[in-house]
């Protein structure tokens, strides 16, 4: 660095110490007078109120005397209404008469949202059990509670466009016997006791599903406590376990599933929901709140 250079760094290093020092100066300047404009503020409040208390005091024998007149219609007011009240027929105090419903444990408003290893589903309808414990509707695994509605949104098959899809999943029953349907888009109807073939059938890929109950959530632990919690399930214990000791009894959906199984890898069992299915989700999910 030659001496030209030198000297004209010395002026830039003068300029610039003198600019901060006025910036300095100017920001001390800028504090002073906001704190002066906060005291003028808190003057021009204080004359505000001095003046609303002298107006008080001129303005106060009217006021008294409106007040006083809207008191007294307001009394009359009251007095006729209480005499209407007298005059109407009286209803039963008692207690015994009027039930409060008190929210329950296992109460559940719908659509209520679960988790699986698969992602996520909505439940809109828990179903009930049949009456005298028809064996059609358990297994020794799974509660098939008839009116059972869920919706799973996952990939689609109809159209390449489309990389997710609304499935239906409902459990009815048909003269007395279960069945288990899948609707998408009014469009597909699966059901019989082949459901779960036909179902894997439009899809190019092995699904990470092991069995239609699984698609239908009834897999998830936290719902299935949910249906367990629908009725008396002793009955359906004991048969379990007699079953057990003569061999597990196999449901006819279950012997579908299992000559069905389809191998698929850890990463497609822990398939995660895209952007698209999350909007899917909350658009189906936002017409009703949820809770537990």
Known sequence: MNTEERSEMLLLNEKL????????LLDTKIE?????????????????????ICDGKDVMKETFSDT?????????????????KENKPSISKNTKDFVEIEKSENFMEYPAIFTD???????????????????????????????YKSFRIFESFLSKNFRSQIYE????????????????????????????????????YPLPFC????FFGLECKELMK????????????????????????????????????????????QRKLSEEEKELYFTLNVIA???F
């Open 32 to 52: 002073s007078i906001e704190k002066r404009i906060s005291l003028v503020e808190l003057h021009k409040n204080a004359i505000l109120d001095c003046i609303c």
């Open 211 to 214: 069995n239609v109950e699984e």
């Open 226 to 269: 949910k249906i367990e919690s629908l009725g008396d399930i002793t009955q359906i214990k004991d048969d379990n376990q007699g079953s057990k000791n003569e061999g597990d009894r196999a449901h006819g959906f279950e012997q579908e599933n299992n000559s069905n199984r389809q191998n698929t890898d850890s990463d497609q069992n």
């Open 169 to 204: 999943c409902t459990i009815l029953s048909i003269n007395n016997c279960l069945d288990m349907e899948i609707k998408v888009d009014d469009q597909y109807k699966f059901s019989g006791s082949s459901i779960w073939s036909n179902f894997c059938q439009k899809f190019e």
């Open 117 to 147: 290893k698969n992602g996520t589903f909505s439940v809109f309808n828990l179903g009930k059990f049949p009456k005298n414990n028809n064996k059609q509707f358990y297994s020794s695994k799974y509660l098939y509670p008839i009116g």
């Open 17 to 24: 110490n003198k600019a901060i020092e006025e910036k300095s």
């Open 289 to 291: 709140p949820t809770s």
């Open 68 to 84: 006083s007149s809207d008191l007294f219609s307001l009394e009359k007011d009251l007095k006729e209404e209480n005499i209407k």
